[in-house]
């Protein structure tokens, strides 16, 4: 299964007006809106639509315009720091058994020490959610922009529109080992300007982010999509104002608590699933998730930390108010409180255009990497994981993770391997995260998993980057 923007409903998901040529010593490339043709980093001082004066002062914007969508064109491909130092600088066990936890996963083979000595991989791995995921692992090899290119990365072009992390595509080459240090590198890759459901207008906003081993193998991949609302067109036009959750009777939560009495015996495990025994149209799941508790979001918070945007107790809090000023808002008793507090907070929730709380996407992202992993066992590796979040899930929500394989074949280099369709369905009859993923099963004739390579067999995380910015350059040419 290889990665298609026309999953994602438009095929131009990636914007074809920006890039960066990665044969050359470092140039960016910019597109007029009425060119093809690729400028060079002087070139920026021309563009009609983003004056070089724009881009040093690019937190130009409170809506979003196309001047910052511009501004934002502009930095396509450049590799910079994380906005955030990794949570975990030497994850081990106790970091893989907190950030499974955090999902409802106790699996021993990342849990159990003992346990997981006795699989192929003798010894414990990492949940592949924790190979990725934002802010949970790796340091920056880029820890520093200068110059011109620091300019045109200072700020954010979209600054006080708001971000809904609505979409994720996932790649995994090698486990994460207890203890190992971890090096990162990240880069926007597209922007797409579209409209929206749930606002006016909405810009699709893609970066990748590639994790390796310091002194290692590279381990995988992460592709973002956040979707950037202006705030005010949101909270009018908001299309989940009706959304009804209601009490539920005694007997849908004994149904609920059946399902997660058995999910421990249905885990795969030690028992091999092999290429052989697998057939097209057989089903995965259900595996419930639910009802969505506000202590579900603080234990998930335990194992992952709070996220990109840095939130913090106390002075911490203070702190982080500081660096961040437009990211804190007066509550009710004008005490200045984060935006994330949409999280925990129904009332927060509801001023910015929902009718309660909410999960974070990722949530569900983790869950049906927890479906995958439970229905192909210890000796199987996922390689590809990829899902959208379409609709909101809310506290009272619940949600039961399913899924089918679409297709049974031979992978690169002969590898036995199966696509799956796999979503999340909620108690409405929705859909809210449909996604697909690839696993790489152990066969009776071919014998144990052999992992995928990294594209064009990379070795480090620069060319790993510079092979993804080429397949993404190749998909958005041939859409």
Same mark, same amino acid.
């Given at each position: 299964?290889?990665?298609?923007?026309?999953?994602?409903?438009?095929?131009?998901?990636?914007?074809?007006?920006?890039?960066?040529?990665?044969?050359?010593?470092?140039?960016?490339?910019?597109?007029?809106?009425?060119?093809?043709?690729?400028?060079?980093?002087?070139?920026?001082?021309?563009?009609?639509?983003?004056?070089?004066?724009?881009?040093?002062?690019?937190?130009?914007?409170?809506?979003?315009?196309?001047?910052?969508?511009?501004?934002?064109?502009?930095?396509?491909?450049?590799?910079?720091?994380?906005?955030?130092?990794?949570?975990?600088?030497?994850?081990?066990?106790?970091?893989?058994?907190?950030?499974?936890?955090?999902?409802?996963?106790?699996?021993?083979?990342?849990?159990?020490?003992?346990?997981?000595?006795?699989?192929?991989?003798?010894?414990?791995?990492?949940?592949?959610?924790?190979?990725?995921?934002?802010s949970l692992i790796g340091e920056d090899e880029v820890a520093e922009l200068?110059?011109?290119?620091?300019?045109?990365?200072?700020?954010?072009?979209?600054?006080?529109?708001?971000?809904?992390?609505?979409?994720?595509?996932?790649?995994?080459?090698?486990?994460?080992?207890?203890?190992?240090?971890?090096?990162?590198?990240?880069?926007?890759?597209?922007?797409?300007?579209?409209?929206?459901?749930?606002?006016?207008?909405?810009?699709?906003?893609?970066?990748?982010?590639?994790?390796?081993?310091?002194?290692?193998?590279?381990?995988?991949?992460?592709?973002?999509?956040?979707?950037?609302?202006?705030?005010?067109?949101?909270?009018?036009?908001?299309?989940?104002?009706?959304?009804?959750?209601?009490?539920?009777?005694?007997?849908?939560?004994a149904a609920i608590d059946a399902l997660l009495a058995s999910e421990v015996?249905?885990?795969?495990?030690?028992?091999?699933?092999?290429?052989?025994?697998?057939?097209?149209?057989?089903?995965?799941?259900?595996?419930?998730?639910?009802?969505?508790? =506000?202590?579900?979001?603080?234990?998930?918070?335990?194992?992952?930390?709070?996220?990109?945007?840095?939130?913090?107790?106390?002075?911490?809090?203070?702190?982080?108010?500081?660096?961040?000023?437009?990211?804190?808002?007066?509550?009710?008793?004008?005490?200045?409180?984060?935006?994330?507090?949409?999280?925990?907070?129904?009332?927060?929730?509801?001023?910015?255009?929902?009718?309660?709380?909410?999960?974070?996407?990722?949530?569900?992202?983790?869950?049906?990497?927890?479906?995958?992993?439970?229905?192909?066992?210890?000796?199987?590796?996922?390689?590809?994981?990829?899902?959208?979040?379409?609709?909101?899930?809310?506290?009272?929500? $619940?949600?039961?993770?399913?899924?089918?394989?679409?297709?049974?074949?031979?992978?690169?280099?002969?590898?036995?391997?199966?696509?799956?369709?796999?979503?999340?369905?909620?108690?409405?009859?929705?859909?809210?995260?449909?996604?697909?993923? $690839?696993?790489?099963?152990?066969?009776?004739?071919?014998?144990? =998993?052999?992992?995928?390579?990294?594209?064009?067999?990379?070795?480090?995380?620069?060319?790993?980057?510079?092979?993804?910015?080429?397949?993404?350059?190749?998909?958005?040419?041939?859409?």
């Amino acid at each position: 299964m290889d990665f298609d923007p026309r999953r994602y409903n438009d095929p131009n998901f990636f914007d074809r007006r920006g890039g960066i040529d990665l044969n050359s010593s470092f140039h960016v490339l910019a597109f007029s809106t009425d060119t093809s043709e690729p400028l060079g980093l002087a070139g920026l001082y021309k563009l009609p639509w983003c004056p070089m004066r724009v881009l040093a002062g690019a937190s130009v914007a409170e809506k979003i315009t196309d001047v910052g969508i511009a501004v934002l064109r502009a930095r396509i491909g450049i590799a910079r720091p994380h906005t955030r130092p990794p949570h975990y600088f030497a994850p081990n066990e106790d970091t893989f058994r907190n950030v499974a936890n955090a999902y409802g996963d106790d699996n021993p083979l990342w849990c159990d020490p003992q346990y997981a000595a006795t699989t192929r991989w003798q010894g414990l791995i990492a949940p592949p959610h924790l190979v990725g995921g934002d802010s949970l692992i790796g340091e920056d090899e880029v820890a520093e922009l200068t110059g011109t290119i620091a300019e045109i990365m200072r700020g954010d072009p979209l600054r006080g529109v708001h971000a809904f992390y609505s979409g994720s595509f996932r790649e995994w080459w090698n486990p994460l080992r207890d203890g190992a240090r971890v090096n990162r590198r990240s880069a926007l890759v597209g922007v797409h300007d579209k409209a929206s459901q749930f606002a006016n207008r909405a810009v699709h906003e893609w970066t990748a982010e590639v994790f390796a081993e310091r002194n290692g193998p590279v381990l995988g991949a992460q592709y973002r999509l956040m979707i950037r609302a202006d705030r005010d067109e949101a909270t009018k036009n908001s299309k989940n104002e009706s959304i009804d959750i209601r009490p539920y009777p005694d007997d849908d939560i004994a149904a609920i608590d059946a399902l997660l009495a058995s999910e421990v015996e249905k885990r795969r495990g030690s028992n091999p699933r092999y290429f052989e025994d697998v057939s097209e149209g057989d089903e995965l799941g259900p595996l419930v998730k639910g009802p969505l508790r =506000v202590t579900d979001m603080i234990c998930w918070h335990v194992g992952m930390g709070m996220g990109l945007y840095g939130v913090a107790p106390l002075r911490l809090g203070y702190d982080q108010r500081e660096a961040m000023p437009r990211f804190s808002r007066p509550d009710a008793l004008n005490i200045p409180d984060v935006q994330q507090r949409v999280h925990w907070d129904p009332e927060w929730a509801r001023s910015a255009g929902n009718p309660t709380s909410y999960d974070y996407g990722r949530m569900r992202e983790t869950w049906l990497i927890h479906l995958c992993t439970d229905w192909m066992g210890d000796d199987a590796w996922l390689w590809k994981l990829d899902c959208e979040f379409r609709k909101f899930n809310y506290v009272g929500d $619940t949600h039961w993770m399913r899924g089918r394989v679409a297709r049974k074949y031979m992978a690169e280099g002969d590898r036995p391997a199966v696509d799956l369709e796999i979503w999340g369905e909620n108690q409405r009859g929705e859909t809210t995260t449909p996604g697909h993923a $690839t696993i790489v099963l152990p066969s009776r004739k071919g014998g144990a =998993v052999r992992l995928p390579e990294p594209p064009g067999s990379a070795q480090t995380c620069q060319e790993t980057l510079d092979a993804l910015v080429a397949r993404f350059s190749a998909t958005k040419n041939s859409a």
